[in-house]
């Protein structure tokens, strides 16, 4: 016997009551529903850190993110590359040490994925990374213009990042 059909030999193409066969809509004729295409976006929004944030440090960013079916995952980016893995379990989060980041304006966002693959971007935000560097310096001997030792003058450093190079003047 068809499995579909009640008689296809003799042109009877009736649905049998347990045909897993659907209609064009996506209404099924039997005892097991059908799959229709999921086409609907997941949406995804940053709620942490805010827009225009100074940052510097560790910095913890969330996200919230749903769909009409099920959220598979949200991968965070930095500029557009990957902040760390997909974080599949929500609450979605990933930590970032902005100090690997230059200082300056960077650009966040999330990308939510659904269960069917289908991804949607966040509205991007911007945060300003502001890592004052901590310079320890010990042991130090100065020397005046006379050439004798001396522990009461001041120093003074300058640290400049020019991207390539660091100097201290």
């Known amino acids: 016997a ?4 009640i008689n296809a030999n003799n042109n009877d193409y009736r649905l049998q009551s347990s045909s897993p066969a659907c209609n064009l809509n996506g209404d099924y004729v039997g005892a097991y529903p059908c799959s229709v295409a999921d086409t609907t976006l997941p949406t995804v929004s940053i709620t942490a850190p805010a827009n225009n944030t ?4 560790i910095v913890t960013i969330n996200a919230a993110a749903s769909d009409n079916i099920g959220v598979a995952g ?16 929500t609450p979605y989060s ?3 040490n902005t100090l690997a980041a230059t200082n300056g304006i ?15 971007t ?4 911007t945060v300003n990374v502001n890592n004052v560097v901590l310079l320890v310096v010990q042991n ?3 020397n005046s213009s006379s050439g004798t030792n001396t522990t009461s003058e001041n120093l003074t450093l ?3 990042s020019n991207g390539a190079a660091d100097e201290i003047d």
């Open 2 to 5: 068809d499995p579909l059909f």
């Open 106 to 120: 960077h650009i966040l966002t999330a990308v939510a994925r659904d269960t069917s693959n289908n991804l949607n």
């Open 54 to 57: 100074v940052a510097s440090g």
């Open 122 to 125: 966040s509205i991007p935000i």
């Open 140 to 142: 130090v001997v100065l």
């Open 94 to 96: 990933v930590s970032w």
């Open 158 to 160: 300058s640290y400049t």
């Open 74 to 89: 949200v991968q965070f980016k930095l500029d557009g590359s990957n902040l760390g893995t997909e974080d599949v379990i």
